[in-house]
């Protein structure tokens, strides 16, 4: 008997065991408000040219493509350090990328002070390589003044890792313009810890009146730290996950985390990264203005349908693609609450993932990602709202 593709279906644990899980869980139902990945139909300028940057890719060889990728990139983010240094590494997933960083930290025996709360597959994997981890409270970085001294009194360890802006907060040091990275790296530095940055949500602090990027490489460069930065585009337009991510690396690492990327892999798609070139380059015209417009929207409805309810939104310091909304109700739990919402066809994540070294913290939170097409995310949040309120 031939089974049928509904018979296809990913065995999962009854319960799921992280947050990839539960994202896998989502695609399943009606309102998939799960993953950050942008969900909205792309621009039908970049959809008309798919035949022309195929045959761009056939033709063009693949290190035109990657600079041209990277330029168009980092001239959107506004990082013309990092485009000049030639020490960037192109990958398919932020995971990936995180995943060589990882291997690194592991070869060296690195302890690992890393930020929580924070998306848990970065803890995942650092444990998948046996990599000492203890959390670092993200409350110790809201005041720049102080930021050093807090690091300084936090138990030792090799590297501190940050993802920023965070996943799922939206809390950045750029709030605290350059100050904030400024003390991070000046510890650092001083200490001879490695910094890992995960700047994924980046793209969201281009412009629209809130913190702002600058050249963070020139800093990190000058600075003399060692460090890892991962860049990502899964984030940042509807690409149905044919995305790119970059590692770019101090001077002093790159002959080691070379030889671990290229064990990993050879190369991106071309056509992948002549897809990312178009959007990046659509994107540069009006400075990411639609995609934060569309994120701005959305956030808006669910603040104003949420509104009275036991979920209270929790602003964000830049203005990212997921809402953070704690629980007011104190009788009430994340994990609760997310299981009589998915039986009614919808699927948002319960904070307690991304307190991956206190799980019970986050039964206080749910995330709802925003980067969905207007009419579908305002039905799932009129249903959502009409599922509390029974």
Known sequence: M?????????????????????????????????????????????????????????????????????????????QPTAAALGRTLLSYSASVAVQVAATLLMQRGASVALIEPCVDNVADILRHQRVRTQPLDESLLRDASSIYGRLATQPATDAVFLVDPNNPTGTSLLSHGRAGFEEVVRFCADHGRILVLDLSFAVFALGGGGPERFDLYQLLEDSGVSYLAIEDTGKTWPIRDAKCAMLTVSRDLWPDVLDIH???????????????????????????????????????????TLEGSVLIHQPPSVPVSVGWFRIADPRLAATPLHERLAAADVYALPGTYFYWASPARGERFLRIALARDPGVFAEGLHRLRAVLDR
């Open 2 to 78: 031939i089974p049928t593709q509904a018979a296809h279906r990913v065995a999962l644990p009854d319960a799921p065991h992280n947050l990839t899980q539960h994202e896998l869980e989502a695609m399943r139902a009606r309102f998939n408000l799960a993953a950050a990945h942008s969900r909205v139909p792309a621009p039908p300028a970049v959809v008309d040219r798919l035949p022309e940057l195929w045959r761009a890719a056939e033709r063009n060889p693949q290190q035109e493509m990657e600079e041209r990728f990277l330029a168009a990139f980092f001239r959107l983010h506004r």
């Open 262 to 304: 290229t064990s990993v892999l050879l190369s991106v798609s071309p056509f992948v990264l002549g897809l990312l070139t178009a959007h990046a380059d659509a994107s540069a015209e009006d400075g990411y203005a639609a995609g934060r417009e569309l994120i701005r929207g959305n956030r808006e409805v669910a603040v104003r």
